[in-house]
């Protein structure tokens, strides 16, 4: 039969995934000699087994907890439910990764009428026994039974105000055991049933509670937000109690080793002396900082120091620390490897392996990539944060934080830029049109779209805070107003986003601004070391492309024109061509956007100085660029000089069912090869001006999107070869450029040994890949991706982590058909999983050549290359 159960002296650290990470470090405490009251820990196996079984406990588990409750009896020499010698337990959650305070715990389980009783006898302490049993019937009504908190704190409110208390600790014993009545009538009144009095019944109840609380709202969405899986399950640790509320000799506190905000090598820490655990945090008492605790219990304070840097020593890690002290006598209640900024967690790598405490990859691996993104954006102020109202959660689509005035439209952000300083942009989705303002915004937020919608890719290239598909709130773009909660916002309101966890907040929230420091740059050059996989950057302007030079980009693995289309200066011109009749009409207008064009890839060229540059022509459907207001047809057809009538019948032409799949990519330059003949000049004008006039030996990259058909791009190849070989002759200048295309459409992966013979590199575009392979279109999958992942359909979503399963495969079939073709291929990825941890992994393991991401996620793969190559 399978052990659901095990003896904190049976365990070890190594068993972190059958017993969490609380009970395998309670087991390893115990196995190094360490004062840890005894218990047992139920596995994340046996929560498995709960939820499979419709959240039951079955019998052969309940006989089992039993039993090892008799092996903790006669290890303690107490028993549960006696009136001589009460066994009391702790019932508490504890997953492999910690989720500090997402599930529940339970203290002071054992009690009931009679047993408080025998506690106030044996301790001499009747205050503390009632005292713990009113602590006990909340808690248990509170977590196992789900009866409202507040019901039991009016009782407490109530005695206090008729005495005219000021603290809980006021009351006598007299005052707790009224407390306890009333309690009592409370939960009869809620449960209709009296409270329990067999401990064994409250014991299983409460495993009962912790294995559920596993599922609860607050803890699903930490696990989210912080990548942890949701089939890894809770274990829960029952431990005999020890009481730190039994007298002025007793106590409770918690101790970071090292600070956890700065990382510096200095104890952290803080006690309450006469208080249980939640005490500490609750903000009752204010607690005392840990070294007056020599003051208190000179030898408990030096042993704790002790025990602090065997338990360091022994981790090789920073170390949060639970102790209780029980009449003079110290206890440990829990070790784990302490949360920490990302600040810290930089510092504490570097220490521990100049200390000799670990290697340079165990550093490595200690920094959380993702993290890092705390130190590239400005964060909100984390006391400032514990008073904001949340108006609502949308997706975390690009890190940082944002405070400003809400504006409902680009023009009115750039409008009002000057006037409100600080400006949110909020809509119900953007479009390329509002690049303008969403540049001048401080951030951007949309009540629709995902993690690839315009917003978010937009938003992320320019390292700007973004929350998008934030559907609680009710966008009226028109009136100018968005409702949440029956709450109105209007324009010139303030709000503030974080684009890292995507929640909405009312009013300003203050910032703190970025700080890289020179253990950042220490570490990244580490990670340099140790990858193999290069790190591009996704950018199309120089802004972008000098803010990644300065994150570590080695070049740019795409580069949109289409965004360089959008600009005031040069969109008439582009409208113009759109609704050209004839090759000429179009010709002429191109030759309009020529020179702006040339100039801005000399632009990126000089920024990138010999770095490669991967430039795509034009991808979009070409309505994106056409206005769609009655309004400003009419001023476009007065412009251009076309009849307003001819103007919408082309407009309308250009109407699609399905844009995506529709007239974009490649087959804009099949119909329109005149496009790709400017894009083509300008390009290599642009490379043979900075060859001459400034000594820069660029090589570009002409990519050639979403090709299907080896056809389509060798028609393309001829187009922009024919044009580039007859620059290149006739200014007598030796230029070298490459040919190359994105992979991202599920037929030209599969052809991707054809595609080679013309190709000489590849670059996996696994947003329309993923769009392609799953069928979901990126801009509204968020609507129900989010419900396959609460149904467990997905455990991620595919258009932020790549799907290995199936377009994973498509990348492995495309790498190794294409290499078969052209064994010095180069292959990259420029999609939104470029810049994804988990996804660089799986990238490392096919053999690419490297990853493009946006600019502010240039140190996360750097890091996550790293360690992609140490995890091997
Ligand atoms: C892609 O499809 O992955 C890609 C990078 O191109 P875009 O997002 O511009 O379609
Ligand atoms: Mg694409």
Not at 489 to 509: A, H, Q, R
Request: proline share 4%; glycine share 6%; net charge negative.
């Amino acid at each position: 039969m399978k052990k659901f159960v095990y003896s904190f002296n049976e365990g070890n650290r190594e068993m972190k995934d059958l017993l969490g990470g609380k009970g395998a470090n309670l087991a390893e405490m115990t196995s190094i000699g360490l004062p840890v009251p005894q218990g047992f820990t139920i596995t994340t196996e046996a929560c498995n087994e709960f939820y499979k079984r419709d959240k039951k406990i079955w019998d052969e588990l309940e006989k089992e907890i039993f039993e090892f409750l008799v092996k903790l009896e006669d290890q303690t020499g107490k028993k549960f439910g006696s009136d001589k010698n009460p066994l009391l337990v702790s019932v508490r959650s504890g997953a492999k990764i910690s989720m500090p305070g997402m599930m529940d715990t339970i203290l002071n389980l054992g009690l009931n009428d009679k047993v408080v009783n025998t506690i106030a006898d044996v301790t001499n302490n009747p205050r503390f026994a009632y005292d713990s049993y009113r602590r006990f019937i909340q808690m248990f009504s509170d977590v196992v039974m789900e009866i409202p908190k507040y019901l039991f704190e009016l009782v407490l409110d109530d005695i206090k105000e008729q005495k005219g208390y000021k603290f809980d600790t006021d009351l006598d014993v007299e005052d707790l055991k009224e407390v306890v009545k009333r309690y009592k009538k409370i939960y009869l009144d809620n449960i209709k049933e009296d409270f329990p009095q067999d401990p064994k019944e409250q014991l299983i109840k409460a495993v009962f509670a912790v294995f559920k609380s596993w599922n609860n709202k607050r803890a699903i969405i930490y696990r989210e937000q912080n990548d942890i899986s949701h089939e890894i399950g809770t274990a829960v640790n029952v431990q005999s109690m020890v009481f730190g509320n039994m007298g002025d000799d007793c106590g409770t506190g918690v101790a970071f080793t090292r600070n956890p905000s700065t990382g510096e090598k200095e104890m952290i820490g803080e006690f309450l002396m006469n208080a249980q655990g939640e005490d500490v945090v609750a903000g009752i008492r204010t607690p005392m900082t840990i070294d007056k605790l020599k003051e208190e219990n000179v030898e408990a304070y030096n042993q704790f120091l002790d025990i602090c840097s065997t338990l360091e020593n022994h981790y090789r890690d920073m170390q949060d620390i639970e102790f209780t002290i029980e009449n003079r006598k110290l206890y440990l209640l829990q070790t784990r490897n302490g949360k920490r900024t990302a600040k810290a967690a930089i510092r504490i790598a570097i220490d521990l392996y100049e200390e000799g405490l670990i290697t340079k990859d165990e550093a490595l691996m200690k920094v959380e990539p993702k993290q890092l993104d705390q130190l590239l954006h400005p964060t909100f102020d984390k006391e400032e944060l514990k008073n904001a109202v949340v108006l609502g959660r949308g997706l975390a689509a690009s890190p940082g934080a944002a405070t400003g005035r809400v504006c409902f439209t680009a023009e009115m952000a750039v409008k009002k830029a000057a006037e409100y300083k600080d400006v949110i942009l909020v809509r119900n989705e953007t479009s390329p049109e509002d690049i303008e303002g969403m540049t001048i915004s401080n951030g951007i937020l949309t009540s629709k779209g995902g993690i690839t919608s315009h917003a978010a890719v937009v938003a992320r290239g320019m390292g700007k805070c973004c929350v998008c598909g934030c559907e609680e709130i009710y966008i009226n773009e028109a009136e100018k107003y968005f409702k949440v909660n029956g709450k109105v916002y209007k324009e010139g309101d303030y709000i503030s986003i974080d684009g890292s966890t995507g929640n909405v907040y009312e009013g300003v929230v203050k910032t703190s601004p970025e700080a890289l420091s020179d253990d950042f740059y220490k570490l990244m050059s580490w990670a340099d070391d140790r990858r193999r996989l290069m790190v591009r950057t996704n950018a199309d302007t120089p802004e972008d492309a000098q803010n990644a030079v300065k994150f570590g980009a080695e070049g740019i693995g795409l580069c949109r024109t289409e965004h360089m289309f959008f600009e005031e200066s040069r969109i008439l011109a582009i409208r113009e061509m759109i609704v050209s009749d004839t090759k000429e009409e179009r010709e002429h207008a191109l030759s309009k956007i020529l020179p702006y064009q040339k100039q801005d890839f000399i632009d990126i060229f000089k920024v990138m100085a010999q770095r490669p540059v991967t430039i795509r022509l034009l991808d979009p459907p070409l309505h994106e660029f056409l206005p769609s207001k009655k309004e400003d047809i009419e001023e476009l057809s007065k412009t251009i000089n076309v009849d307003y009538n001819m103007l919408m019948s082309r407009i309308k032409s250009l109407h699609e069912f399905n844009p995506m799949l529709g007239h974009r990519g490649c087959r804009l330059a099949v119909t329109y090869p005149e496009i790709a003949v400017m894009q083509t000049t300008a390009i290599i004008e642009a490379a043979l001006y900075v060859k001459k006039e400034e000594g820069i030996d660029v090589v570009p990259e002409i990519m050639i999107p979403l090709i299907g058909d080896i056809n389509e791009l060798r028609y393309i190849e001829n187009v922009v070869k024919k044009t580039a070989d007859t620059i290149i002759e006739k200014s007598n200048v030796e230029l070298n450029y490459k040919f190359g295309t994105m992979i991202e459409v599920p037929r030209g992966a599969l052809t991707s040994d054809e595609v080679a013979e013309s190709a000489e590199f590849f670059s996996f575009g696994t947003n329309d890949l993923t769009q392609m392979t799953y069928g979901f279109s990126r801009d509204d999958a968020n609507k129900f991706i989010q419900e396959y992942k609460e149904k467990k359909i997905f455990e991620k979503d595919p258009f932020v982590s790549i799907d290995e399963k199936g377009v994973g495969k498509l990348i492995k079939i495309a790498y190794e058909l294409g290499r078969k073709t052209r064994p010095d291929l180069k292959i990259g990825i420029c999609g939104e999983h470029g810049g994804d941890p988990k996804s660089i992994e799986f990238c490392n393991k096919v053999g690419l050549d490297y990853v493009s991401c946006s600019p502010f996620r240039v140190p996360i793969a750097r890091l996550a290359a790293a360690q992609a190559v140490i995890k091997g």
